[in-house]
């Protein structure tokens, strides 16, 4: 009767410990992201002239990631997908060259985390 108690204890223990382990700790830059979800419509750069696009962001595979969808109507969707990492964040572009670049960006000393892409310009929700 005695191994079983012990194996009872441990298997407890091992439950405990990765329920401990799995909780969520607080990133900033993550919660800001999650702001993020929703339709948006707005212009980007595209040889000089300035294109229309929408995006859109969507929490999935249960809230640990966000999916960006890019459509642009010249057909050069785009995929972006945003995860969380320590305290920073990481992203792998799928892009419509056929590259996945791969980005990480970490926490600043000013408590902010800002990212920008060459040519892009504010986006602002859809109505």
């Not at 108690?5 to 799995?22: G, M, N, P, Q």
């Not at 990133?27 to 859109?56: C, F, I, R, Y």
């Amino acid at each position: 009767m005695k191994p079983l108690r012990a194996f009872s204890i441990t298997v407890a223990i091992l439950v405990i410990a990765c329920v401990v382990s799995a909780a969520p700790a607080t990133n900033p830059a993550w919660e800001k992201m999650k702001s993020l979800v929703g339709e948006w419509e707005g212009t980007m750069d595209h040889g000089g002239q300035a294109m229309p696009v929408k995006v859109s962001y969507s929490l999935v595979s249960s809230g640990s990631s966000i999916m960006e969808r890019l459509s642009t109507p010249d057909g050069s969707d785009m995929v972006t997908m945003y995860y969380p990492d320590g305290s920073g964040l990481m992203m792998t572009h799928y892009c419509s060259e056929g590259n996945q670049p791969r980005m990480k960006a970490a926490p600043s000393p000013s408590r902010s985390t800002s990212s920008t892409r060459p040519g892009s310009q504010a986006l602002r929700p859809s109505t």
